[in-house]
C-alpha cells in the first residue's frame, strides 16, 4: 500500500475465510484511532468496509 495523507491505497486485503484476495484502501480516522478498512473487487463501489479500533 501507498500513503497519500490519512489514506492508504493500492494493496490487497486477504479474507482468511475464504482465501480470497480483494483490493484494499485503509483510511484514518478519528485521531488515528480507528482504522476504515475497505476490501472490493473491481471498482470501490462493489465492497464491503470494516472500522478496527486500536486496544
Do not use: A, C, F
Not at 7 to 35: A, F, M, Q, W
Amino acid at each position: 500500500m501507498k500513503k497519500d495523507g490519512d489514506e492508504y491505497t493500492g494493496g490487497e486485503i486477504l479474507d482468511p475465510e475464504n482465501g480470497e484476495v480483494y483490493s484494499s484502501n485503509l483510511h484514518l480516522i478519528d485521531g488515528g484511532r480507528k482504522l476504515s478498512v475497505r476490501g472490493y473487487i473491481g471498482v470501490s463501489l462493489l465492497g464491503r468496509s470494516q472500522t478496527w479500533i486500536r486496544q
